[in-house]
């Protein structure tokens, strides 16, 4: 089970860390990807990261302010979010892929989720 945490509220420009753990089981063993929901729209993919950590891919709306990383040790995985815009506003989710091949951007492949934390930046 997957638990993301580190939302809250913050000033345009502002900064947040998003975080994944697991309760049980190892993230290592997953593709993980960070997906975010507005209300009203669609979950979309925001940056997703190989189980190695190796690799990563970031959605052109984030490229240059979000980075994801892991620590497999910790069994965790992160979302540095700087240079918050309002339109970051949404609830986030973490997903983790069973398949090892490549970074999918579809929330449809993602096989387990967890409960979303919410980001809100003030104008």
């Known amino acids: 089970q997957l638990q993301a945490y580190g939302g809250g509220l913050v000033q345009a420009g502002g900064s947040l860390r998003l975080s994944c753990a697991a309760s049980a089981g190892t993230l290592g063993r997953y593709t993980m990807g960070w997906f975010r929901q507005a209300p009203g729209k669609e979950r979309e993919f925001v940056a997703g990261?190989?189980?190695?950590?190796?690799?990563?891919y970031h959605a052109d709306s984030v490229k240059g302010r979000f980075t994801i990383s892991r620590d497999n040790a910790k069994n965790t995985v992160y979302l540095q979010m700087n240079s918050l815009k309002p339109e970051d506003t949404a609830v986030y989710f973490c997903?983790?892929?069973?398949?090892?091949?490549?970074?999918?951007?579809?929330?449809?492949?993602?096989?387990?989720w967890g409960q979303g934390t919410l980001v809100t930046v003030s104008s």
């Open positions: 990261i190989s189980w190695s950590g190796s690799s990563t």
């Open positions: 997903a983790a892929d069973r398949a090892l091949g490549g970074i999918p951007t579809s929330h449809l492949v993602y096989d387990f």
